[in-house]
């Protein structure tokens, strides 16, 4: 939080993540709000993960499923408890999973399936504060940690995925 606020001037405007153990949301969020209370949070959940219901109807209930790992979950931790989540998202890998594959491609950057989730949470974000605002997320992961899921057009075409023509793998 504090690295985030500096490296920003202090313009940040949200900042979202995804949540494993809660850990990095929480403390993130709590250094960006004690700064300045407007800072939206966000939580960018998978599918299969039960904090998006969490945060929109107090109930822990999770649906469907993610090919990301490490990430998401269907308990609030006491490191979590507290956090305020202005704006939570549910991501598919859908959606995530093309970001990974354009960050490859465009940004020449291999990141894992976690980014990906806060790539779109943070696009989602965007979205809804409009033009002109900053964001931040985490691109936390290593697409090579992965690779046996990311880079398996088998696997990915049995979760109705698609890897890219141009990985020709």
Known sequence: G???WEQTNGTVDGFVCAVGTGGSLAG???????RNADVKISVSDPTGSALYNYFTS?????EGGSISEGIGTSRITDNFADTV???PFQISDSESIPLVFDMIRLEGLCC??????NV???VRLAQELGP???IVTLLCDSGLRYRERL????FLEDKGLILPDWLNL
């Open 132 to 134: 002109g605002h900053v």
């Open 120 to 122: 779109a949470g943070a």
């Open 2 to 4: 504090p690295e985030i």
């Open 28 to 34: 993130i969020s709590r250094a960006l709000k004690s």
């Open 85 to 87: 989540v202005d704006i």
């Open 58 to 62: 107090g109930e822990l209930k999770a």
């Open 151 to 154: 880079f398996n057009r088998k």
């Open 112 to 117: 894992g399936g976690s980014t990906g989730v």
